[in-house]
């Protein structure tokens, strides 16, 4: 073994012969640019990552609560708090049951009912969130819909075919520069307040995006694999079928999974226009009463449904591209 | 099988004053000048020749990949139109579905409309023969495996494998083990001598590697750059029957001198050999 080390391997070796706890190396190792780091320090870290947040934000609402302003930014534990709310075991609801515990007379026979309908109103507003995340998911899930049913062959043309390409591709590159919030207004007059204008904000605002990123990936494929395709006999059109578009899966479904996180910033900009229901609209709302503990509560579940939406589309990956799985090289 | 004698018949592949000139900027750029040559069935021809001598433009005219500017491309005496299966094409870079197994790329022909059109037992036959091929080819352990999972030499024979499933009259092959290391190639090389005798296979194969023509090949056939054409016709020295070893005997290296010579003789030097002569000599120089 007398080859030249490279750099990475010197840093590695000289941590492995001398003492692997010597605190010089180990941070050596750390810091090297794109090198592997152990697993343990990764999870470390992230819980690190959250942590530094956690202590901001606590810090910073402490500022707050000591300007008696508390409202304003409500402290991590406050916003638990009122998630215990939503369940009728916070201290809203609780304060609640102490001030009717305090008029009622000692031995009402209705302070248990009394208790249990305050219990009960205070998860009316869990139902009002379930109502939100669904007619949200609903909004999202029908524009994103349209939009790749649509996109994607229009994509696949335009990837294919220079002609399809120099026909679509000047107008799509124009129409996405034009900001989709400027189009509520004609989006108003045009379909009313209803549903259509929300899924059409989406639409517009995903379409034209995933139409330019599905003729991309389709590009991306390598030439020589159509000329493979044709010297064992195919036709153009299985060219298309059988090479471009299973070559470009991989690439379509990023764009999918893209999509769909911009899906939902579109959402919130056209529910805060006008909506009777939805996240976004239940956000505008709370900020009028300074609901600014509930504020949090939503801005989390969106989180985490986008955290959810990713773990689906990507276990989707898995199992259809596993072809196309970096961690499969071997 | 010999070359001579098959005045009757018509050549398997023949070309006749085919060229190709492209348009560069409105500058017409001769690529190619009118090469003719023909190849007969189960011959073994080699075009050798530097980079950029058109070789690889000649594959593709005759894959029907790209179009001659002139002249005429016959198989089996028929003119040829655009790609077709009686042409089966291997190519440098493998150009392997990474989305398939290894089993599933060499039945990528069967799946395509040429094939499904034809009768049931026909296709059934193909299948066997994909099996067959599989089989001869050492990939029976790595049937599910994807491309990426195996190694060049490995990805060259699936490759290999996937054009011979045709059948195709000729097989095309477009410096196929220019991208493997040198022990991996000369194991090629023994592979697919053996299969051409096997399958009885057309061969016309495109390197830059004089001595796996010399070893390969029925027939070399040497062009120069710029524009492309055949400067020299050689037939090879050899046995049909022969091992890696031969490629030390001094027939063979005579033969690989002569060839070599040729070759550098058009080459156009590309730095200035004196300049540096004279830096040597120097000794200091810029530093």
Redesign the interface.
């Known amino acids: 073994m007398h080859q030249p080390l490279a750099p990475g391997d010197a840093a590695r070796l000289s941590a492995s012969a001398n003492d692997t706890r010597s605190g010089r190396a180990f941070l050596r190792r750390l810091f090297e640019p794109r090198a592997p780091i152990p697993r343990h320090i990764g999870v470390i870290a992230a819980l690190l990552g959250f942590g530094i947040f956690l202590l901001l934000w606590t810090a910073t609402s402490a500022h707050f609560e000591h300007q008696h302003k508390a409202v304003l930014l409500p402290s991590p534990r406050r916003v638990a708090d009122a998630m215990a709310d939503y369940f009728g075991y916070g201290p809203r609801t609780q304060a609640r049951i102490d001030a009717m515990h305090a008029a009622a007379q000692p031995g009402d026979p209705t302070i248990p009912e009394q208790e249990r309908e305050i219990r009960a109103s205070a998860r009316a507003d869990l139902g009002t969130l379930w109502l939100d995340v669904r007619v949200s998911f609903l909004r999202v899930t029908c524009a994103f819909l349209i939009a790749a049913a649509l996109g994607i062959p229009i994509g696949i043309l335009m990837g294919s075919f220079r002609v399809f390409e120099s026909l679509l591709q000047p107008i799509t590159e124009f129409i996405r520069y034009v900001p989709v919030p400027a189009l509520i207004p004609l989006l108003i007059v045009f379909f009313g307040i209803e549903e259509t204008p929300k899924i059409m904000l989406i639409f517009i605002g995903t379409f034209f995006q995933l139409v330019l990123m599905v003729a991309d990936s389709i590009r991306r494929v390598?030439v020589?694999?159509l000329?493979?395709?044709?010297?064992?006999?195919?036709?153009r059109l299985?060219a298309v079928t059988?090479?471009l578009v299973?070559?470009a899966?991989p690439g379509i479904f990023d764009t999918l999974r893209i999509c769909n996180g911009w899906a939902w910033t579109w959402l919130i900009v056209a529910e805060l226009v006008a909506a009777d229901a939805g996240l976004g609209f239940r956000i505008v709302k709370y900020q009028r009463f300074l609901f600014t503990d509930r504020i949090f509560i939503y801005l989390l579940i969106l989180g985490c449904i986008g955290l959810l939406m990713d773990l689906f589309f990507r276990a989707f990956h898995r199992t259809f591209?596993?072809?196309?799985d970096p961690a499969?090289?071997? | 099988m010999g070359r001579s004698g098959q005045t009757l018949m018509s050549p398997c592949l023949e070309l006749v004053g085919v060229s190709k000139t492209y348009s560069v900027g409105g500058e017409p750029l001769n690529v190619l000048e009118p090469v003719s040559f023909s190849i007969d069935q189960g011959e073994f021809v080699s075009l050798i020749g530097p980079s950029g001598c058109g070789k690889t433009t000649v594959l593709n005219l005759i894959a029907g990949l790209e179009e001659p500017s002139s002249g005429t491309i016959l198989i089996d005496g028929r003119p040829a139109r655009g790609p077709g299966r009686d042409r089966g094409m291997v190519f440098q870079n493998y150009s392997l579905y990474p989305w398939l197994t290894v089993e599933q790329n060499i039945r990528f022909p069967l799946r395509l409309g040429v094939n499904t059109r034809r009768p049931q037992e026909e296709l059934w036959r193909d299948l066997a023969y994909a099996e067959h091929l599989l089989e001869i080819m050492g990939l029976t352990k790595f049937a599910r495996a994807y491309p990426r999972e195996l190694s060049g030499g490995m990805q060259q024979r699936v490759a290999i494998a996937r054009a011979l499933l045709n059948r195709p009259r000729v097989l095309l092959m477009d410096e196929p083990f220019g991208a493997l290391d040198a022990q991996t190639r000369e194991e090629m090389q023994e592979l697919m001598l053996l299969l051409s005798r096997l399958e009885r296979s057309t061969v016309l194969f495109v390197t830059h590697d004089i001595e796996e023509a010399l070893y390969l090949s029925d027939r070399l056939l040497i062009f120069s750059t710029h524009p492309g054409q055949i400067i020299r016709e050689a037939v090879g020295p050899l046995e049909r029957e022969r091992s890696l070893d031969i490629k030390m005997t001094p027939v063979f290296l005579s033969m690989k001198r002569e060839l070599t010579r040729l070759l550098r003789s058009t080459a156009k030097p590309t730095f200035d050999r004196d300049l540096l002569r004279r830096t040597i000599g120097k000794k200091s120089s810029i530093r």
């Open positions: 390598p020589n694999l000329s493979a395709c044709y010297v064992l006999g195919g036709t299985e059988r090479v299973p070559a899966g591209f596993q072809w196309a499969r090289r071997s």
